[in-house]
């Protein structure tokens, strides 16, 4: 292989690097409508057991309710409106179904796996939200994850 040969295949992989991310990232819209989902998912999740823990799943089935009332005004600026929420835990992706059909015991060690699950969603999709508002919506509702993971952990007892 020459010079000529090898700088024209790196050129070939550099482009194909490039366009990869590009074809793969979702689009701003289908952040914001997985986001919303999550959020409800969450709050109906909590809201199965807000009868073990009213202190502190009460407030945080609140809180989801209100980040996804955010969430939906980021959607009706980008031009989509919401879904249906889910109605059943059947609905709900696996963490939060885990957590609304947890025995008694298991609430709040379920609770800190979910919210560990959403400030990760959350860490993942705020580079890719390119609207500064919106990135500020989605970064104030991380930081209220992060504060009720921790919340839940000293509950539970989990480090």
């Known amino acids: 292989m020459n010079r000529r040969q090898l700088l024209a295949g790196g050129a070939a992989a ?4 490039r366009a990869a991310p590009a074809l793969a990232a979702p689009d701003e819209g289908t952040l914001l409508l997985g986001l919303w989902r999550r959020e409800q998912a969450l709050a109906l999740a909590y809201g199965q057991q807000v009868h073990t823990n009213p202190e502190l799943l009460g407030p945080a089935r609140r809180h989801a ?3 996804a009332a955010a969430i939906a005004t980021e959607l009706a600026a980008v031009g989509l409106g919401t879904p249906k929420p889910p109605w059943t835990p059947n609905d709900l992706d696996v963490a939060a179904q885990r957590l609304a ?3 008694p015991a298991d609430v709040l060690a379920n609770a800190v796996i979910v919210e560990e699950d959403m400030v990760e969603v959350y860490k993942t999709a705020l580079p890719s939200l390119p609207d500064a508002k919106i990135a500020m919506t989605a970064a104030t509702i991380l930081a209220s994850h992060a504060q ?12």
């Open 14 to 17: 550099a482009l194909t690097l």
């Open 65 to 67: 309710l209100d980040h």
């Open 148 to 159: 009720r993971l921790f919340i839940l952990r000293r509950a539970a007892q989990v480090t």
């Open 101 to 103: 059909t947890s025995r």
